[in-house]
């Protein structure tokens, strides 16, 4: 099920919604690697992706794309609630797999994949684009280099007030798996954890403030995480899609260390680093900002050379741990009298 180094990986989108849109058009610049088809359950809409972004092929459902012969690799791309049954299916088929995050909902879940998985010899790649993206790649390669000397702290943020409308599946936890936080701050979570320093996991603490009732979207959308590095370091994280920031979206970030400080724009904007020597200021990469085609670089590769990826199962269940936790240490709110 492995093509010939010179063929062509034939990948199906299993959904069509807005995140098969993104993907598909960040792959534009790998058409000579990677070729597209595309499943939903409603025909009509599978195929209007397809002539879209120019795929090879359609189906009207997510079982004729995984049984298709000429279908090398699933990209799973529907609500998390759906990821597990859709993956495992996939590789009893035989195909590799690239499943959107949060993947899985349980770490029974993550362990039932990794078996399935060990048992088809196939690749899985969980699609943490973020741990691929420019900003993420420079800021492990300063802190490697020493840039700023011994992480003292971190402090990220990331907050924008973006609301979802009645109608998103986001806003019904059982398709989402959780909350905001649950469903997206997860990116976050995961580039704090991968910089070298690792998080410990006994140290990270949740803390929610209460949802408010008001308008359509009424998830929680607001977390803050508190935790330490095993090098020492403290860190906090500040997650939120109810509060405004400058310019809808632009919010700075800080790592600070004995020698330095390293500040960014948590999009990836741009990056200043001040510590010995004159400051720099940087910009990490706008041509793949979201990290997407090396994600797909590395997803082609792993493929090409029986590996698995960096964003493989055992790297996602470290980040299922550290999110496991901070839901088992938010405080319960106080019970009705």
């Keep these: ?56 092929a359609s ?27 859709l993956a495992l299916e996939a590789l009893a088929a035989g195909k590799h797999v690239l499943v959107e995050k949060p993947a899985f909902l349980t770490m029974a879940d993550y362990q039932a994949v990794q078996a399935a998985r060990d048992r088809a010899g196939r690749v899985v790649l ?12 420079t800021l492990r390669r300063l802190l490697a280099e020493g840039a700023i000397g011994d992480m003292v702290f971190a402090h990220f943020t990331t907050i924008a007030k973006r609301f979802k409308t009645a109608n998103d599946w986001r806003n019904d936890e059982s398709m989402a798996g959780g909350d905001a936080f649950f469903e997206e701050g997860i990116h976050w ?46 860190a906090s994280l500040y997650y939120s899609r109810e509060v405004p920031s400058l310019l809808k979206g632009l919010r700075v970030s800080k790592l600070f260390g ?8 948590s999009n990836g904007g741009f990056l200043l680093a001040r510590g010995q020597g004159m400051p720099r200021v940087m910009f990490p990469g706008f041509r793949d900002i979201r990290g997407y ?28 741990v550290l ?10 709110p106080p019970a009705a009298t």
Aim: glycine share 6%.
């Design 258 to 265: 004995r020698q330095g400080i390293i500040s960014f724009e």
């Design 1 to 56: 099920m492995t093509p010939p180094m010179n063929q062509t990986l034939r990948v199906a989108f299993l959904g069509c919604g807005f995140i098969t849109g993104v993907h598909s058009r960040n792959l534009k610049g790998l058409r000579h690697e990677i070729a597209s088809s595309y499943a939903s359950r409603d025909a009509a809409r599978a195929a209007e992706f397809c002539r879209l972004h120019q795929g090879q």
């Design 293 to 320: 085609q090396a994600m797909y670089r590395d997803f082609y590769r792993s493929i090409r050379e029986g590996r698995q990826p960096e964003m493989s199962l055992e790297r996602a269940i470290e980040d299922q």
């Design 189 to 234: 979570l995961h580039i704090a954890g991968s910089l070298g320093p690792k998080i410990v996991p006994d140290s990270v603490h949740g803390y929610r403030p209460p949802p408010s009732n008001e308008g359509p979207d009424k998830r929680a959308k607001s977390m803050m995480v508190a935790f330490e590095y095993d090098n020492g370091a403290a």
């Design 126 to 137: 969980v699609g943490e684009n973020d741990h691929y993206k420019p900003l993420a790649v």
């Design 59 to 85: 189906f009207d459902s997510y079982q004729r794309a995984i049984r298709d012969p000429a279908v090398d690799a699933v990209v799973i791309a529907v609500p998390p609630k759906f990821h597990l049954e």
């Design 323 to 332: 999110m496991d936790r901070v839901y088992a240490t938010l405080r319960q």
